[in-house]
């Protein structure tokens, strides 16, 4: 009885160490990384940038590939319908996955997406045509004051970053200005370049990518961003803004705990790759590390920040 029990004893102790190898070897196979938007926008070039540096630090490769529809939700309400092994993930979105289900019904929940790491940020910024009227911020404010309603922002859909920060503009302004949605960044940017709006809120990689077209007023994040440092944030400006498009990567519910930290784990080592933080930052991107065991604290701050301004934007909370 027992050499029973020692048998047995060795054997769970074989077995936990061939699983502890298993977990270090994680991937040892391709993985899908669907993204629910087409390609050219930012959550592809964020994937592409991390497509080559996660083939060469685990040897395995990163299939990019598509799946767009509804700002998002076609892809988030399939989800968890798919295998949960950690070799299918996909990029999620905030304040997305968190004001569209409050809006409306959209196939998910919040709380049924499985984040397991948040990776980047493109912060809010305004934009306007680089002959415009406004030179500074103030003048736009002052100008919004004088003028209730006549500052139309263009923006990249509704019950988005961009209408996030509109609305949160006008609160500690006190100006009353109009949210023009269209359906993705490029439209946005057409719209302001094209005089149909005076101003846009659009993205830092966005404003990029125009060169000297548009002249960029602030900046939602904590500090400068290095590809615009002449551009002042909305702090140093007195305006406590802080904020953008945060982008994360999610698996099937249905995927165990320890695979959820191996996925984790193999995308922070791709977020600390001093090439990966230039060439995103370089784009305008910025650069955060939200790993498995701090994504809960930080989808719960979000989550107040987003309700706090759900009823300004006309989303009755359910």
């Given at each position: 009885?027992?050499?029973?029990s020692?048998?047995?004893?060795?054997?769970?102790?074989v077995?936990?160490?061939?699983?502890?190898a298993?977990?270090?070897?994680?991937?040892?196979?391709?993985?899908?990384y669907?993204?629910?938007?087409?390609?050219?926008?930012e959550?592809?070039i964020?994937?592409?940038?991390?497509?080559?540096?996660f083939?060469?630090l685990t040897?395995?490769?990163?299939?990019?590939?598509?799946?767009a529809?509804?700002g998002?939700?076609?892809?988030?309400?399939?989800?968890?319908g798919?295998?949960?092994?950690?070799y299918?993930?996909?990029?999620?979105n905030?304040?997305?996955?968190?004001?569209?289900?409050?809006?409306?019904?959209?196939?998910?929940?919040?709380?049924?997406?499985?984040?397991?790491y948040?990776?980047?940020y493109?912060?809010?910024?305004?934009?306007?045509?680089?002959?415009?009227?406004?030179?500074?911020?103030?003048?736009?404010?002052?100008?919004?004051?004088?003028?209730?309603?006549?500052v139309?922002?263009?923006?990249s859909?509704?019950?988005s970053?961009?209408?996030?920060?509109?609305?949160?503009?006008?609160?500690?302004?006190?100006?009353t200005?109009?949210?023009?949605p269209f359906?993705?960044?490029s439209?946005?940017?057409?719209?302001?370049?094209?005089?149909?709006?005076?101003?846009?809120f659009?993205?830092?990689?966005?404003?990029?990518?125009?060169?000297?077209?548009?002249?960029v007023l602030a900046v939602?994040?904590?500090?400068?961003?290095?590809?615009?440092?002449d551009?002042p944030?909305?702090?140093?400006?007195?305006?406590?803004?802080?904020?953008g498009?945060?982008?994360?990567?999610?698996?099937?519910?249905?995927t165990?705990?320890?695979?959820?930290?191996?996925?984790?784990?193999?995308?922070d080592?791709?977020?600390q790759?001093?090439?990966?933080?230039?060439?995103?930052?370089?784009?305008?991107?910025?650069?955060?590390?939200?790993?498995?065991?701090?994504?809960?604290?930080?989808?719960?701050?979000?989550?107040?920040?987003?309700?706090?301004?759900a009823?300004q934007?006309?989303i009755?909370?359910?």
């Open positions: 009885m027992k050499f029973t020692l048998m047995a004893g060795v054997v769970l102790a077995g936990l160490t061939a699983g502890s298993v977990a270090q070897d994680y991937p040892t196979k391709p993985v899908n669907i993204i629910p938007f087409n390609a050219g926008g959550s592809d964020a994937a592409r940038l991390q497509q080559p540096v083939e060469r040897g395995q490769s990163m299939v990019v590939q598509y799946m529809g509804a998002g939700a076609q892809a988030w309400s399939q989800l968890n798919m295998d949960g092994d950690g299918t993930l996909m990029g999620t905030l304040p997305h996955i968190i004001l569209q289900p409050m809006a409306q019904e959209v196939g998910y929940k919040t709380d049924d997406i499985a984040n397991v948040f990776f980047q493109t912060p809010d910024a305004i934009v306007v045509p680089a002959d415009s009227q406004f030179k500074t911020l103030e003048d736009l404010v002052s100008y919004a004051k004088e003028n209730p309603g006549l139309t922002f263009s923006g859909g509704t019950n970053a961009n209408h996030v920060a509109k609305t949160k503009l006008d609160s500690l302004a006190g100006i200005t109009t949210y023009v359906s993705g960044t439209p946005s940017i057409a719209a302001v370049l094209g005089n149909q709006v005076l101003a846009s659009g993205y830092t990689t966005s404003a990029i990518n125009q060169g000297d077209a548009l002249r939602a994040s904590e500090e400068r961003v290095p590809s615009f440092a551009v944030t909305f702090k140093e400006l007195g305006y406590d803004m802080v904020g498009a945060y982008r994360g990567v999610a698996v099937p519910n249905s165990p705990e320890d695979v959820r930290k191996q996925v984790s784990d193999a995308l080592k791709v977020n790759d001093p090439d990966f933080i230039k060439k995103m930052e370089d784009g305008g991107f910025v650069v955060i590390n939200v790993p498995y065991d701090e994504v809960e604290a930080f989808m719960n701050e979000r989550r107040e920040q987003y309700q706090a301004v009823e934007m006309g009755a909370q359910k």
